[in-house]
């Protein structure tokens, strides 16, 4: 089955404890993205890669991190998460097909810090 | 800046109406343009797109939307409404074209509830 898997789907940790996300997808696509999603505000991107060792800020980059050293997994780095990124995390992918495609989205990762 | 605005936070209708959920986009060139729902404690399902051609797009489980390039709108419509259709809708926009970038911008999201 084509799917995009987030882990773990839910997370709780304190300020300042590093953590990572993962991603991972089946569907061997060159485009990976993370985005976040809060109350009133839709979802914003906060990186986006778009082939191995190719990645970009998005609109919310800051604190995060992201690497793309294999083309299916794209992790989500917190090198010192604070509470104002406790939000709901969605992985998402997408083919490069010259039209754009439409994406796949994991399940989410609820984040809270405390 | 592109930029992509959903004016209702939530339209309710009942089951058997017509619903439209409003969406209203700004970018600088020709815009590729997505909607999206979200069913609880899911990600997000692509419902339909519009890059170019026909004005009236077919979707998923009976949606359309109607792109109006005067208006700059991409409003979705469903002929008769399904209880199972409430969500959260999302409407999101690509500049084109971007080859060196893959930013889209989605849109604060309407939640539709559909009343038996």
């Known amino acids: 089955e084509a799917q995009v898997t987030q882990n773990p789907r839910y997370l709780i940790t304190v300020t300042g404890k590093k953590l990572t996300v993962t991603c991972s997808q089946n569907?061997?696509?060159?485009?990976m993205s993370w985005y976040r999603q809060d109350p009133g505000l839709g979802l914003r991107q906060i990186y986006y890669?778009?082939?191995?060792?190719?990645?970009d800020k998005g609109d919310v980059p800051e604190g995060y991190k992201v690497s793309r050293k294999e083309k299916r997994n794209f992790p989500l780095i917190l090198e010192s998460p604070s509470p104002n990124q406790t939000s709901l995390y969605f992985c998402?992918?997408?083919?490069?097909?010259?039209?754009?495609?439409?994406?796949?989205f994991g399940n989410g990762t609820r984040l809270t810090v405390t | 800046a592109q930029s992509v605005a959903q004016p209702e936070d939530q339209v309710n209708v009942a089951e058997g109406n017509p619903l439209t959920v409003k969406c209203t986009y700004s970018?600088?060139?020709?815009?590729?343009l997505f909607w999206y729902v979200q069913y609880p404690n899911r990600g997000l399902q692509f419902l339909l797109k519009y890059i170019t051609g026909d004005n009236l797009v077919k979707g998923s489980y009976g949606f359309e939307a109607e792109f109006n390039k005067s208006q700059t709108s991409f409003h979705l419509k469903k002929p008769s409404a399904l209880v199972s259709d409430s969500a959260l809708y999302f409407c999101a926009v690509r500049d084109f074209p971007s080859y060196n970038t893959d930013k889209l911008i989605f849109g604060t999201g309407t939640r539709l509830q559909v009343f038996p």
């Open positions: 890669s778009m082939n191995v060792e190719v990645t």
């Open positions: 569907m061997n696509h060159e485009y």
């Open positions: 970018v600088s060139g020709n815009p590729y």
């Open positions: 998402a992918s997408h083919a490069e097909t010259g039209e754009y495609s439409p994406l796949h």
